[in-house]
Nanobody, 120 residues
């Protein structure tokens, strides 16, 4: 089992920045990929960014150039730096961890989520 705990959410004005962190614990040796998802009210959960064990990253088009995902293997943490935030970034953000099967991430573990609200 892997436990994921997110932190860093909150209220920020449009154009502002927030940094989310996800601390992983437990049987993390089998984790090959971590990601951030988000879900806004009435919407499906969507992928925001992923980071693989080799450090490669992927981003949703909507956040490309504004968000940066990074990992610290020594601390078992993954962070999401969010800049130039927009009201449409408002959502609950979830950290996820999993494996890569046939080049596709499969997320087995999820955090409980942290609220990000972008509003003036």
């Amino acid at each position: 089992q892997v436990q994921l705990v997110e932190s860093g959410g909150g209220l920020v004005q449009p154009g502002g920045s927030l940094r989310l962190s996800c601390a992983a614990s437990g049987s993390i040796v089998g984790v090959h990929v971590m990601g951030w998802y988000r879900q806004a009210p009435g919407n499906e959960r969507e992928l925001v960014a992923t980071i693989h064990g080799d450090g490669s990253t992927n981003y949703a088009d909507s956040v490309q150039g504004r968000f940066t995902i990074s990992g610290d293997n020594a601390k078992n943490t993954v962070s999401l730096q969010m800049n130039s935030l927009k009201p449409e970034d408002t959502a609950v953000y979830y950290c996820a961890a999993g494996r890569v099967l046939s080049s596709t991430p499969h997320y087995d573990y999820w955090g409980q989520g942290t609220q990000v609200t972008v509003s003036s």
